[in-house]
């Protein structure tokens, strides 16, 4: 049992990574809320004073924000939808034996160690091109005029290349869950008759629940904030640009650091409110 000496000696240890932790969330906070009170313009005039809330004011009255939480919540539920529903079925795959099994698993993960810019590059110029991508050359081969994917369906686009990156994620998670299944459950059930889809709407469907939970919601929190795969493909065009995306012209293309500071004010509290939101809907699964 722990000493009270012991349990002193491990909070003076762990004393130091808790305070650079601490100091690496509240300084870029703290200095997001300095800026978002000020009228900060770098390349015309630098500080021009304090202007209350009237960033906060301009920026949520945009023309351009609404439309743009609108835009990332569609591209976090595409996302989602497609990783899940996608994931659950190559996890019950892959965990099936066959020949070249661990080649296989490998093949289908490798996806999630690629750099977004890089994924996005792939996609825009191998694949989408509308003159010599693969999906044009396919197109033509059976006749049918190529998709200017980029320009006429960009937020699909976006929803399949953001989710060609997550679904190894989401399929290694839900994987790992099916292999803790206990094979007698399953076992029992056939033989007792009972069909494919009611052995997996009844058995294999409530296990894996906890491991979709945890997915939907670590993948929630990265999603909300996808940047690179718009900054390549479609540069915030055609209406794919995110509350993200819109912060960056802000800050950088506009030069507005106090609007932009503004904006990231908003993207937290947005995160918050769809993490409480999950969290309350999806995450009593955690507790089941």
């Given at each position: 049992?722990?000493?009270?000496?012991?349990?002193?000696?491990?909070?003076?240890?762990?004393?130091?990574?808790?305070?650079?932790?601490?100091?690496?969330?509240?300084?870029?906070?703290?200095?997001?809320?300095?800026?978002?009170?000020?009228?900060?313009?770098?390349?015309?005039?630098?500080?021009?004073?304090?202007?209350?809330?009237?960033?906060?004011?301009?920026?949520?009255?945009?023309?351009?924000?609404?439309?743009?939480?609108?835009?990332?919540?569609?591209?976090?539920?595409?996302?989602?939808?497609?990783?899940?529903?996608?994931?659950?079925?190559?996890?019950?795959?892959?965990?099936?034996?066959?020949?070249?099994?661990?080649?296989?698993?490998?093949?289908?993960?490798?996806?999630?160690?690629?750099?977004?810019?890089?994924?996005?590059?792939?996609?825009?110029?191998?694949?989408?091109?509308?003159?010599?991508?693969?999906?044009?050359?396919?197109?033509?081969?059976?006749?049918?005029?190529?998709?200017?994917?980029?320009?006429?369906?960009?937020?699909?686009?976006?929803?399949?290349?953001?989710?060609?990156?997550?679904?190894?994620?989401?399929?290694?998670?839900?994987?790992?869950?099916?292999?803790?299944?206990?094979?007698?459950?399953?076992?029992?059930?056939?033989?007792?008759?009972?069909?494919?889809?009611?052995?997996?709407?009844?058995?294999?469907?409530?296990?894996?629940?906890?491991?979709?939970?945890?997915?939907?919601?670590?993948?929630?929190?990265?999603?909300?904030?996808?940047?690179?795969?718009?900054?390549?493909?479609?540069?915030?065009?055609?209406?794919?640009r995110t509350l993200t995306y819109l912060i960056f012209q802000r800050v950088l293309e506009s030069q507005n650091v106090g609007l932009?500071?503004?904006?990231?004010?908003?993207?937290?509290?947005?995160?918050?409110?769809?993490?409480?939101?999950?969290?309350?809907?999806?995450?009593?699964?955690?507790?089941?």
């Amino acid at each position: 049992m722990a000493t009270q000496h012991s349990r002193s000696a491990a909070r003076i240890m762990m004393a130091p990574a808790v305070i650079l932790l601490l100091g690496w969330m509240l300084v870029p906070l703290t200095m997001t809320l300095y800026f978002s009170f000020k009228r900060y313009l770098p390349l015309r005039g630098g500080d021009l004073g304090w202007i209350g809330f009237e960033n906060y004011v301009r920026f949520v009255t945009s023309s351009s924000f609404w439309p743009s939480v609108q835009t990332t919540l569609v591209i976090v539920g595409g996302v989602l939808l497609i990783t899940v529903v996608l994931g659950v079925l190559l996890a019950m795959l892959l965990d099936q034996p066959f020949w070249g099994q661990g080649i296989v698993r490998i093949l289908v993960i490798a996806p999630f160690f690629v750099m977004p810019t890089v994924s996005a590059l792939v996609w825009k110029n191998m694949f989408m091109d509308p003159v010599n991508g693969l999906l044009a050359h396919l197109w033509k081969f059976f006749g049918a005029q190529p998709v200017e994917w980029l320009s006429d369906a960009s937020i699909f686009s976006i929803i399949l290349i953001v989710s060609w990156q997550w679904l190894p994620f989401a399929t290694l998670i839900l994987l790992t869950a099916i292999q803790s299944l206990d094979s007698e459950q399953l076992e029992a059930a056939e033989m007792d008759g009972a069909p494919p889809l009611s052995r997996f709407g009844h058995i294999i469907l409530p296990h894996l629940s906890r491991a979709i939970t945890i997915v939907i919601l670590i993948q929630t929190i990265f999603l909300l904030s996808v940047f690179a795969e718009i900054f390549v493909t479609t540069q915030g065009s055609f209406g794919t640009r995110t509350l993200t995306y819109l912060i960056f012209q802000r800050v950088l293309e506009s030069q507005n650091v106090g609007l932009g500071s503004a904006g990231g004010v908003y993207a937290i509290i947005l995160a918050n409110i769809v993490a409480i939101f999950l969290m309350r809907i999806v995450g009593k699964n955690l507790d089941a």
